[in-house]
């Protein structure tokens, strides 16, 4: 009898000084789960009083991101002319679409004690059909995102459809998305209808069906394989998946799309200066790095 876990995606890790940052996905064993092409740990970590995270203006195409904090707090703002502080429990979607530049700071408020760090960020390719759509971003609050309970399980829904109750997040393809709490001998059932599934254990020890997930690896399912993920002393796991793509995403450095070619005309435009500005945040931004990026799709 096969297990649930069809493969396991061990992290690159990177470090940027004050913290951390564990990259799931994409990885030369697999570049998509679902919609997922990117899958992002980012800490946990302290910063020096004083200090914080300044993600300069930077460009993304045809994908949509996703910031999701754990701790700490996040100011974004973007070339739409957006800002928008995220706090633990709530959702940044920004959907780039044909181009969107934006940047992510620990706020000013937060600095003088010293501020967290820790946070998921994943990106989702849009469908072909969507993929060249007009850039837009969504806030949704912690308390507008459904809470399931029970067994000793507390599952928020990030994105789609689980365990009967609908993110109110706007999804382009099938896209299933939780953060799930499991207190000691806690329980949850895995459901098998999306067509890729991961697990990606944060914090304690958990297990499928008898499986043991290693800590800070993405855990990609079996395909129509239902289980029951359990923890004897406490855990906190990430679940991501969906629809599976016909076709394949290229990534390379901050740009998704189905055609290698437009990911060329990117890469010229940022060079180029041709992507709208940040109206709030615009003396500085990321030049396309010399040399093959860290993120990058392995055909």
Request: with cysteine.
């Amino acid at each position: 009898m096969t297990g649930p876990i069809l493969q396991t995606l061990h992290p690159a890790s990177h470090n940027l000084g004050d913290f951390k940052v564990y990259r799931s996905l994409p990885a030369r064993e697999r570049t998509m789960v679902g919609p997922f092409v990117f899958f992002d740990q980012a800490g946990p970590a302290k910063l020096d009083a004083g200090g914080g995270i300044d993600v300069r203006p930077h460009p993304h195409i045809n994908l949509a991101t996703v910031t999701y904090m754990l701790k700490g707090r996040f100011e974004h703002r973007d070339s739409l002319g957006t800002a928008q502080v995220i706090e633990p429990g709530a959702v940044n979607l920004m959907t780039a679409g044909k181009g969107i530049v934006h940047s992510e700071r620990t706020p000013p408020e937060d600095r003088p004690g010293g501020s967290d760090i820790y946070a998921v960020q994943t990106w989702l390719a849009l469908p072909e059909a969507t993929e060249e759509m007009d850039p837009a971003f969504e806030h949704v609050a912690r308390g507008d995102l459904p809470v399931c309970s029970g067994a000793g399980a507390e599952a928020r829904i990030i994105m789609g459809t689980l365990w009967g109750e609908t993110a109110p997040v706007t999804t382009y393809a099938g896209t299933i998305y939780a953060d799930i709490h499991l207190s000691p001998g806690g329980s949850i059932p895995i459901e098998a209808e999306a067509d890729e599934r991961a697990l990606y254990l944060l914090q304690g020890e958990a297990s499928l069906d008898g499986e043991t997930l290693t800590p800070e690896t993405l855990a990609v399912l079996r395909p129509g394989h239902a289980a029951t993920l359990r923890s004897e002393s406490g855990a906190r796991i990430m679940l991501c998946g969906g629809e599976a793509f016909a076709t394949p995403r290229h990534v390379y450095w901050n740009f998704v799309s189905s055609r290698r070619d437009r990911i060329e005309q990117a890469i010229e435009d940022w060079k180029g200066e041709r992507f709208a500005e940040i109206p709030t945040d615009h003396d500085e931004r990321i030049p396309f790095p010399k040399g093959t990026p860290k993120t990058v799709s392995h055909p």
